[in-house]
T-cell receptor, first 114, second 113 residues
Framework: DAGVTQSPTHLIKTRGQQVTLRCSPK?????VSWYQQALGQGPQFIFQ???????QRGNFPDRFSGHQFPNYSSELNVNALLLGDSALYLC?????????????FGDGTRLSIL | GENVEQHPSTLSVQEGDSAVIKCTYS??????FPWYKQELGKGPQLIID?????GEKKDQRIAVTLNKTAKHFSLHITETQPEDSAVYFC????????????FGQGTTLQVKP
């Protein structure tokens, strides 16, 4: 039973560039949430995708955007990268979008901005 | 706004002792409270969760208690082992019913052999 997989595992970019991160949910899950985890902090919610639509956005600017595909996989795009975007980006999947649905995380993509 | 406070930030115990981590939340409409364990270089792993219609839940050496009136919940680990050493996060769901989780700041647990 494959868990949540994310790619790439590490990425180095420079300020102003754009990046795309990818996530495949756990088998049987249809909902994907993205979180940003700064060093030494808890994860912060970016947004969630269900039925190929963004359901809710956290306190992140429009530079952060996403997409969900018919096979439930998802992408996170970040434009005009800033030094402060350096973080671990986590994808979590669940069965259904509402509360009370356990979310299972991948191992994340470590993004470093130079 | 939505907030989850977690204490302590670090915890060191001797192998075999118990460890307790406490969290408080601000949104009285929260109904779901998961706990995650994060090891170095890994993503958070769900270890136990509790819903608001239950006051306590246990799974082997791990237990969670919930006090909705006081808006706090706790993780209890008994008979700690060195492999329990990790960062532990509590979380609470958002009242928006979108599956958004609000995380605490984390507790670094060290179990000394």
């Amino acid at each position: 039973d494959a868990g949540v997989t994310q790619s790439p595992t590490h990425l180095i970019k420079t300020r102003g560039q754009q990046v795309t991160l990818r996530c495949s949910p756990k088998s049987g899950h249809d909902t994907v949430s993205w979180y940003q985890q700064a060093l030494g902090q808890g994860p912060q919610f970016i947004f969630q995708y269900y039925e190929e639509e963004e359901r809710q956005r956290g306190n992140f600017p429009d530079r952060f955007s996403g997409h969900q595909f018919p096979n439930y996989s998802s992408e996170l795009n970040v434009n005009a990268l800033l030094l402060g975007d350096s973080a671990l980006y986590l994808c979590a999947s669940s069965l259904g979008p509402g509360n009370n649905q356990p979310q299972h995380f991948g191992d994340g993509t470590r993004l470093s901005i130079l | 706004g939505e907030n989850v406070e977690q204490h302590p930030s670090t915890l060191s115990v001797q192998e075999g002792d118990s460890a307790v981590i406490k969290c408080t939340y601000s949104d009285s409409a929260s109904n779901y409270f998961p706990w995650y364990k994060q090891e170095l270089g890994k993503g958070p792993q769900l270890i136990i969760d509790i819903r608001s219609n239950v006051g306590e839940k246990k799974d082997q050496r791990i237990a969670v208690t919930l006090n909705k009136t006081a808006k706090h919940f706790s993780l209890h680990i008994t008979e700690t082992q060195p492999e329990d050493s990790a960062v532990y996060f509590c979380a609470a769901d958002s009242s928006s019913n979108t599956g958004k989780l609000i995380f605490g700041q984390g507790t670094t647990l060290q179990v000394k052999p």
